[in-house]
Antibody, heavy 120, light 107 residues
Framework: QVQLQESGPGLLKPSQTLSLTCSVSGGSISSGAYYWSWIRQHPGKGLEWIAYIHSSGSTYYNPSVKSRVTISMDTSNDQFSLKLASVTAADTAVYYC????????????WGRGTLVTVSS | EVVMTQSPATLSVSPGESATLSCRASHPVNSNLVWYQQRPGQAPRLLIYGASSRATDIPARFSGSGSGTEFTLTISSLQSEDFAVYYCQQSNNWPRTFGQGTKVEIK
């Protein structure tokens, strides 16, 4: 059974860069059958999809954060990562790493989420 | 981007009764509509994909319908574990977008 686990700092100051890593266990990130995404949830709010990466190297970013975000993957360690530059308090959220199944197009495996707080 | 609008924001239901949740897309999304359940402190859980297909291990009391821009999630005979927030999400276009959620609470 595939499991995802987020890791990274929980507290950042404004203008810093958020860096999160998702470790995939029980399966290979190199499988072409999935997109690997980051989704965030602001406190008490809804869900916002941020970006995906595929084993082919293809990526796509939400225009709302495109200028600040980079997604990458390390197939040798079955990990993928998110970097979000120039964070502000508006980036405070729970960040989830998620697997999207192709070609059925649904998020079927979610990490437990990690809370990132941006505060001076 | 496709804007997803859910209604109502909150639904008060007694255990054993049924609940009907609505989701509307600002542009047609074919049948590429997904429903998730989120309990407090947990990650969302996949319920329905392709507008009407139940995910693995999801009870038959959960059913989805619709296509194009109008979708419905029906929960029949609500159990205690069903009181949660439900989100719809379109998977027809990028960026993927979610509705704001419907909270199903105990009446």
């Amino acid at each position: 059974q595939v499991q995802l686990q987020e890791s990274g700092p929980g507290l950042l100051k404004p203008s810093q860069t958020l860096s999160l890593t998702c470790s995939v266990s029980g399966g290979s990130i190199s499988s072409g059958a999935y997109y690997w995404s980051w989704i965030r949830q602001h406190p008490g709010k809804g869900l916002e999809w941020i970006a995906y990466i595929h084993s082919s190297g293809s990526t796509y970013y939400n225009p709302s954060v495109k200028s600040r975000v980079t997604i990458s993957m390390d197939t040798s360690n079955d990990q993928f990562s998110l970097k979000l530059a120039s964070v502000t308090a508006a980036d405070t959220a729970v960040y989830y790493c998620v697997r999207e199944r192709l070609p059925d197009w649904y998020f079927d495996v979610w990490g437990r989420g990690t809370l990132v707080t941006v505060s001076s | 981007e496709v804007v997803m609008t859910q209604s109502p924001a909150t639904l008060s239901v007694s255990p054993g009764e049924s609940a009907t949740l609505s989701c509307r897309a600002s542009h047609p999304v074919n049948s590429n509509l997904v429903w998730y359940q989120q309990r407090p402190g947990q990650a969302p859980r996949l319920l329905i994909y392709g507008a009407s297909s139940r995910a693995t291990d999801i009870p038959a009391r959960f059913s989805g319908s619709g296509s194009g821009t109008e979708f419905t999630l029906t929960i029949s005979s609500l159990q205690s574990e069903d009181f949660a927030v439900y989100y719809c999400q379109q998977s027809n276009n990028w960026p993927r977008t979610f509705g704001q959620g419907t909270k199903v609470e105990i009446k």
